[in-house]
């Protein structure tokens, strides 16, 4: 008895290394006179106080080992970028090893908006946010470019999955525009899928099979979350087998003490 | 006395096919009535309402490979090429009446099928009902386990959406992973490489309709004429029963309502499940391509233990120069399955050999009364129930975060390690159990004994 | 005194004339029990409840409703029967616990039968000959009615698993049958391609085409010309158990961030672009074949030959030279 204890312990502590071990990014430093700041001032100094770190002076971007953190260079992201990474909460991110998760926001959102003009007049400008009318997109459409392009990370039905050894996110939180900009942007691992690639019209297509995915057709009843099989054989273990176990216990007796 | 009008048919019957005899010892026929024995009744409820919802759905769905255009109610899908198999599936979900119901249902009762002859293994394996004079009667079970288990897999695979197209693949694979005979293994069986020749899609409909229903069919009906045979087995208890005498509850008119009662609970279950909770929502799948895959495609829960020693087993061919002995499929896909039914279908042998015990047993054990039987169950059971879990590894990811190549590496290991701490624990358990009985009942003797004496 | 003995007689037969209880009833071969009236309403009040539920799943079916109603009027229909059953089963039916016996092993019986067919024999003198006679004409038999099992597949002519539809300058096309372009493959991202003119569905059409800046490639020698521009193609069906490989996995910022991989959904095998698709992670044996690529002169990509090795999951003679 002891001994199998014992061993359940000593496999939670194996487990515990493996547990994400994601660092809290430092508390957002705001410059003491913000409220007198005007956006294009505000935009700068909060950069320097919170993102510089990692990605260097004016978004020149910092490797390993040159500055305190390590981050890519900002220089032509532009406001989509800015916009998507921000109001995800992925950044600010703690550990520039950790995979960036949505998360609260930490920003207001004036101090979004000035953070975002700023990054977007970096460099040579880049991408602005991009404009999505989901209404125009045909979900048949999406559904096929989804699986094609997108089903084999996020999983058909957007549930999210994993790509080894990342995880990959479910979409029931994104909002159209953030679909969008993760597909022109392919944020962290995920691929970038430009115009060319994924036209402005199969974009609308796919963000609007994303919001279908959302409250998909549960003709069949309670949707235990469509995954799949998984979830069907929990369902069959932990209330088929239960209540007919139950039903057997009814009819029939139990043994007595001999 | 009033005649009794059933005497009419009985006497009619009896005249013409010598009924009478046969119906008397079938009436009188008498049963244990502790409740595990319902278990395989359960199963058997589920394999009717598979047939009868089965024979429903056989009279809609179109077992060809074609291509069409959808063109029917769920609109994410109009205007997609997919086969008839498939197109014919969505009608039944969307057009039939009444469609969905009996598709969730047929599907609900394959997966309750298989759990409930497992449960039903594990009472006859924990109480040691598999030993003589049962063995062939065991045997027969074991053979219909692994034929429900390959129908349940060419059931939902017949439908040809993307989650059951990309497990057909990895059913190919396996085939072509058994040494030196797999690739002409696969080509038989699929009659080309995958996805094969539109004939394989035949070969799996009639397999599925007509020859595995009948051979299951004829099993179970082998399986009760072997049990009636030979007897129920007993629990000990009420100390009436021994190895020769039985105490039981007559079928008619005991069991007959509790059996009837059973059997339109689980139709009640499977029903209420198939209206109530989706399963297999083939429409949010899509149909099957060769260059398409989606995240997350799992097997039904009876072939997760395969799925989890297909990811578990480290990348590596057994080679010989440039010819390939072992692929990698073949340590979960066909060792796994085999090593498990072989000691399962050996159980009986080897209990005989390690015990040597040989006699006839009509009594059964209670799990703590045998063990090392009991203690090498656990084990057995926990090392395929770690293979099993393992397999769910990227689900606990996106939960919980985990890291997915640190759980595999902890399972890997924890598969060995916790069986062997599971064999050990269990036994101690039964031990302890047994000895806290044996000193109950001491004390209860010496209570008795000191009243007997007089204070 | 006459009067007081007829009495005492009287009592006495009324007495002895008292009902019975039905158990002591001689000749009964079913125990008898108690009337249990509230049982019996109870099973009646069930059944009729059935019926109601029953009547309900025809009306929903014929109007239409959803699966929902009509597996809740089903499953209550078929649970109200199996209510009524069961507490007809405690409450109506007597509780008979009876004995009986294990059957017996009868070994007159056994030897009965052993002698039957043991003096059958009598006029058998070659058994043994008859035997091995009787054995080889079976086992003919049973091997020609097997023998057309092999019309299933080319069981004796494993060629078929080293086809591929790709040939030198097959152009790749999209899913839609558009060329690919050498100048619209970016970085960063992936796609899928097919042998122009060929069925999509064969296993060694998909093609994923991803492309890595010139300088990343650690191709071994005899590949370093198969891909022009950084651009590389791989068979999209996994080595390991067939899925498709529709996974990339691609870094926005290398020096922290995992490098680039090719990952299948099924049981996570991971393969590395950048060295011709050897595999990093996960149960395969064997690395993604790669297709050689050439760009033509309308800039469309196409095949430079044929795969690295046989694409598909690992059979006896997958490592072996294609038969010509």
């Known amino acids: 008895m002891r001994a199998s204890v014992g061993a359940a312990l000593g496999a939670a502590l194996l487990l515990a290394p493996a547990a994400p071990a994601a660092a809290e990014p430092p508390p957002i430093v705001r410059p003491a006179d913000a409220a007198k700041l005007s956006p294009r001032e505000l935009g700068p100094e909060l950069y320097a106080a919170n993102c510089a770190r990692c990605h260097g002076g004016d978004g020149a971007g910092l490797l390993p080992g040159e500055g305190d953190g390590a981050g890519p260079p900002l220089l032509g992201a532009g406001a989509q970028a800015a916009d998507f990474y921000l109001r995800t909460g992925y950044m600010p991110l703690g550990d520039p090893s950790d995979q960036p998760v949505r998360s609260r926001v930490r920003f207001r959102e004036h101090e979004i908006r000035a953070l975002v003009d700023y990054v977007a007049g970096l460099g040579s400008g880049g991408p602005g946010v991009p404009r999505v009318d989901a209404a125009a997109g045909s979900v048949s459409d999406g559904l096929e470019l989804f699986t094609e392009h997108c089903a084999g990370c996020h999983q058909v039905v957007a549930e999210g999955g994993v790509v080894t050894s990342v995880r990959v996110p479910p979409l029931d939180k994104a909002t159209p525009t953030q679909v969008a900009e993760a597909v022109r942007i392919g944020p962290y691992v995920m691929p970038a899928f430009s115009e060319e690639d994924i036209s402005d019209d199969e974009l609308a297509s796919i963000v609007a099979y994303v919001q279908y995915a959302k409250h998909p057709d549960d003709a069949g009843g309670w949707g235990i979350d469509q995954l799949g099989p998984f979830p069907e054989g929990m369902v069959t273990w932990l209330i088929g087998a239960v209540a007919l176990i139950g039903v057997c216990l009814v009819i029939g007796k139990r043994l007595e003490k001999p | 006395m009033r005649r009794d009008p059933l005497q009419e048919p009985i006497r009619f019957l009896d005249e013409r096919a010598g009924a009478a005899p046969l119906l008397r010892k079938a009436l009188r026929y008498l049963f244990p009535d502790h409740w595990s024995f319902l278990l395989g009744e359960v199963a058997l409820y589920a394999f009717v309402v598979l047939v009868g919802t089965g024979i429903y759905l056989a009279l809609f769905f179109e077992p060809s490979l074609a291509d069409t255009v959808y063109n029917g109610a769920y609109a994410p899908l109009q205007g997609r090429t997919m086969s008839e198999a498939y197109r014919s599936a969505l009608d039944l979900s969307f057009e039939v009446d009444a469609g969905l119901l009996m598709r969730q249902t047929h599907h609900w009762a394959a997966d309750v099928f298989v759990a409930a002859i497992v449960l039903h293994l594990l009472r006859i394996f924990f109480t040691g009902a598999y030993r003589k004079p049962r063995e062939l009667t065991y045997l027969v079970g074991l053979t219909m386990l692994m034929a429900a288990l390959l129908e349940g897999y060419l059931g939902y695979s017949l439908v040809d959406d993307l989650l059951s197209g990309m497990g057909l693949a990895i059913g190919y694979s396996v085939g072509l992973s058994v040494p030196v005979v797999g690739g002409d293994l696969g080509l038989l069986i699929w009659g080309a490489p995958f996805p094969g020749d539109p004939a394989f899609q035949s070969r799996m409909y009639i397999a599925h309709v007509l020859l595995l229903p009948a051979l299951i069919a004829g099993l179970i009906g082998l399986h009760l004429a072997l049990v009636a045979s030979r007897h129920h087995t007993q629990f000990r208890r009420l100390g009436a029963q021994t190895e020769r005498r039985l105490v039981g509850v007559p079928t008619f008119p005991g069991q007959a309502p509790r059996s009837l009662g059973l059997m339109f609970a689980v139709a009640a279950l499977l029903f209420a499940l198939g209206g109530l909770v989706q399963i297999n929502p083939i429409w949010l799948w899509g149909p099957y391509e060769l260059a398409l895959g989606t995240n997350g495609a799992q097997p039904d829960w009876y072939l997760g233990w395969l799925i989890g020693a297909l990811r578990l087993v480290p990348g590596f061919d057994v080679t010989i120069g440039d010819y390939t002995l072992i692929a990698n499929p073949f340590w979960g896909g066909v060792l796994l399955p085999g090593i498990v039914f072989a000691v399962l279908f050996a159980l009986p042998w080897l209990e005989r050999r390690f015990t040597g015990d040989h006699a006839t047993h009509n009594l059964l054990d209670r799990p703590r009364d045998a063990p090392g039987r009991t203690a090498f169950g656990f084990a057995f059971l926990s090392w395929v129930f770690m293979i099993f879990v393992a397999g769910s590894a990227d689900r606990v990811t996106v939960f919980f975060g985990i890291d997915y190549a640190s759980q595999i590496w902890f399972y890997r290991f924890a598969v060995w390690v916790v069986p062997v701490l599971v064999f050990f624990a269990a036994r101690r358990l039964c031990r302890e159990l047994q000895r806290a009985e044996q000193i109950e009942r001491s004390q209860e003797e010496a209570e008795a004994e000191g009243r007997l004496v007089g204070r | ?324």
């Open chain 3, 1 to 324: 005194m006459k009067l007081r003995q007829w009495i005492v007689a009287l009592f006495a037969l009324l007495r002895l004339r008292r009902r019975r209880p039905p158990s002591d009833e001689p000749g009964r071969l079913v125990e008898a029990g108690p009337p249990a009236p509230r049982g019996e309403l109870a099973v009646i009040a069930l059944l009729v409840l059935a019926a109601l539920a029953a009547a309900l799943f025809v009306v929903f079916y014929g109007i239409g409703a959803s699966t929902q109603a009509l597996g809740g009027a089903l499953a209550g229909a078929l649970g109200l029967i199996a209510a009524a059953l069961i507490v007809a089963g405690k409450l109506l039916v007597v509780d008979e616990e009876l004995p009986g016996h294990y059957p017996e092993p009868d070994p007159s019986e056994q030897e009965s039968v052993g002698r039957i067919v043991a003096e059958s024999g009598s006029r058998i003198t070659r058994k043994r000959l008859l035997g091995a006679a009787a054995g080889t004409a079976g086992g003919a038999l049973g091997a020609a009615l097997i023998a057309p099992a092999v019309s299933l597949g080319p069981v004796f002519d494993p060629s078929p698993l080293y086809d591929t539809p790709w040939r030198r300058g097959r152009r790749l096309v999209d899913s839609s049958g558009e060329p690919l372009l050498a100048t619209s493959i970016a970085t960063g991202t992936f796609y899928t391609a097919f042998p122009q003119g060929a069925a999509k569905s064969l296993l060694g059409a998909p093609v994923v085409v991803v492309r890595l800046p010139e300088d990343e490639l650690e191709l071994p020698p005899e590949r370093v010309t198969w891909a022009p521009d950084g651009i590389l193609a791989f068979s999209k069906v996994c080595t390991h158990a067939g899925c498709a490989i529709a996974l990339y996995r691609t870094p926005k910022f290398e020096p922290v961030q995992p490098r680039p991989a090719l990952v299948c959904p099924c049981h996570y095998s991971a393969f590395e672009p950048a060295t011709g698709g050897q595999v990093l992670f996960g149960p395969a044996g064997r690395p993604l074949p790669q297709l050689p690529l050439a760009i033509d002169a309308g800039g469309a990509l196409i095949a430079a030959g044929g795969y690295s090795g046989a694409v598909g999951p690992s059979w006896s003679g997958v490592r072996d030279e294609p038969p010509s």
